[in-house]
């Protein structure tokens, strides 16, 4: 099973800030926080990951909270290519047996 | 474009027949992962290689299923006698180092 909790379904505006969150309580010291995302008949696409430290890159930001139980995925100005099904998902970095488990993620419409 | 490509885009065959899909991971990544997702939900792992060794294989894996990678190149996934529980998109991933880059997948639907 899916280690992470994500609601199944938000809204956000056009141009607004997009904040996913996730709930990873039982969160190990060695994994890390991933997100990737499936626009509409595409494969998932990396996003961007996270162990500790809060991070950033061309495409969103990664908050994670100090013990680490959840986490947020800010998309600071969504557009309508926005749209897409969103996974958060934990796993360690480097293991031989690193498949992703995907749980069912978060459907995110953004809105003109 | 030098992402990673599946072969067929859609299948669509009759239940007992046979299917082969194709991926073409990303050039020097050394490991391949199959997955298969159906409507709804996210996609579930089934097998994966590093260079031409099958590593793991999932449960899901049923023995109509067979994958190979016979070069450490390309890989194949094949489905024998096929049913209707196989209809479903079947994803191909590869990586180097720790992130898994996807393709566009294999919609296969079996009527």
């Known amino acids: 099973d899916a280690k992470t909790t994500q609601p199944p379904s938000m809204d956000c505006a056009e141009g607004r800030a997009a904040n996913l969150p996730c709930n990873h309580s039982?969160?190990?010291?060695?994994?890390?926080v991933y997100w990737y995302r499936q626009i509409h008949s595409q494969g998932p696409q990396y996003i961007i990951h996270g162990l500790k430290n809060n991070e950033t890159n061309e495409m969103a930001s990664l908050i994670i909270t100090e013990d680490r139980k959840s986490s947020t995925l800010i998309l600071p100005h969504a557009t309508l290519r926005d749209t897409a099904v969103y996974y958060c998902i934990v796993r360690v970095r480097g293991n031989r047996d690193d498949k992703i488990i995907f749980g069912k993620g978060t459907r995110l419409h953004i809105l003109p | 474009d030098t992402g990673v490509s599946q072969n067929p885009r859609h299948k669509i065959t009759k239940r007992g027949q046979n299917v082969t899909f194709r991926c073409d991971p990303i050039?020097?990544?050394?490991?391949l992962y199959w997955y298969r997702q159906t409507l709804g939900q996210g996609p579930e792992f089934l097998t994966y290689?590093?260079?031409?060794?099958?590593?793991?294989k999932s449960r899901l894996l049923s023995d109509r299923f067979s994958a190979e990678r016979p070069k450490g190149s390309f890989s194949t996934l094949e489905i024998q006698r096929t049913e209707q529980g196989d209809s479903a998109m079947y994803l191909c991933?590869?990586?180097?180092?720790?992130?898994?880059?996807f393709g566009p997948g294999t919609r296969l639907t079996v009527t």
């Open positions: 050039s020097e990544h050394n490991r």
């Open positions: 991933a590869s990586s180097i180092a720790y992130e898994q880059y």
């Open positions: 039982t969160i190990s010291g060695n994994e890390y």
């Open positions: 290689f590093q260079n031409e060794a099958q590593l793991e």
